[in-house]
């Protein structure tokens, strides 16, 4: 077996050369993946990074035009069936009848699969045990998103794809929710989650790769990622239209300063010592005239990875 037949072996997903274009846009350009069993791996990126067309691939749900996707030591050529059986999948929005009550909702999925905790088991686990009796067109949103996850774990999964599964919850119900995917995580489980939210990304994730324009531009732990950009904090003002009479390259060379970055009227420095560059700064926006309209700051995120690498927000469109 080589080195690359054996870490397709190991790994939970093992993606290599993936590749998928419609009419003239190219979603996934010559992707690589590999996600290690029992982690949690996000995959991040603004919309149209190509996110959900990988996930759709690795779940069998669209067929690349190249390149390998080995699930579990499987691919869905030979082994549908069998792989089947060991996914869990959540989609961005999974569309329940209205018309069925919870509990007969999990027992339908729990028949699909030839293995999996009772139907009762998995209500309890979401915290769904109240409304077992209820229909589900009348359930609040994170209801409904907490039973397409009860859905979704049916079949006692090996593997399990969740695709933003907490967009448009409130607060309360997204952690909810990771308490459900952390008790998952802890079992020993893989997960391959998509998500625009950074803090859920540095709360649930053991390794991320974020994606831009069909590639993969950065990988690592967050911890890895945040200190890869050279600055433990972010300081951010406003100038105004003066931004653009600033000296960067004074700026550039003040105590505790990575880099600076300038984006319109504003302007974004990685900084290294906080206590330090702070003062300079002042100082500095001082010495050159120029009127202070706003001044933040704020510890690195895996958001500030992204805007450092692309010059854009995960979350633009």
Not at 131 to 144: A, C, F, H, P
Not at 168 to 175: H, T
Not at 230 to 253: M, P, Y
């Amino acid at each position: 077996m080589d080195a690359m037949s054996s870490a397709s072996a190991e790994a939970a997903l093992f993606v290599r050369g993936l590749r998928k274009t419609y009419k003239d846009v190219v979603a996934v350009d010559g992707l690589d993946l590999q996600v290690h069993r029992g982690e949690c791996f996000g995959l991040l990126g603004p919309n149209g990074a190509g996110k959900t067309t990988t996930i759709e691939i690795c779940e069998g749900l669209n067929e690349p035009d190249s390149g390998d996707v080995q699930i579990l030591g499987m691919n869905w050529r030979t082994q549908a069936t069998a792989l089947r059986q060991r996914l869990g999948i959540q989609l961005q929005e999974t569309q329940l009848s209205d018309k069925l009550t919870v509990f007969e909702t999990v027992r339908l999925f729990r028949s699909f699969y030839h293995q999996g905790p009772p139907a009762a088991e998995l209500i309890g686990l979401m915290q769904l045990g109240e409304k077992s009796n209820s229909r589900v067109g009348g359930l609040s949103g994170g209801q409904k998103q907490r039973l397409a996850l009860a859905c979704a774990l049916a079949g006692d999964p090996d593997l399990l794809f969740l695709d933003e599964p907490t967009t448009g919850l409130d607060p309360q119900a997204r952690r909810q929710l990771w308490d459900v995917i952390e008790t998952f995580r802890s079992q020993g489980r893989t997960i391959l989650l998509t998500t625009h939210y950074m803090d859920e990304a540095e709360k649930l994730c053991d390794r991320v790769a974020i994606m831009d324009h069909g590639r993969q531009i950065a990988l690592g732990t967050p911890r890895e990622l945040v200190a890869s950009i050279g600055g433990e904090h972010l300081v951010e003002f406003s100038a105004g239209s003066a931004a653009k009479t600033l000296n960067i390259e004074t700026l550039r060379t003040m105590p505790g300063v990575n880099e600076v970055q300038v984006e319109e009227e504003n302007v974004r420095l990685q900084v290294t010592e906080l206590h330090r560059a702070v003062p300079a700064l002042l100082d500095e926006i001082n010495r050159q005239g120029i009127p202070l309209t706003e001044l933040r700051t704020h510890s690195a995120t895996l958001e500030d990875v992204f805007v450092a690498l692309t010059g854009r927000h995960l979350r633009d469109e």
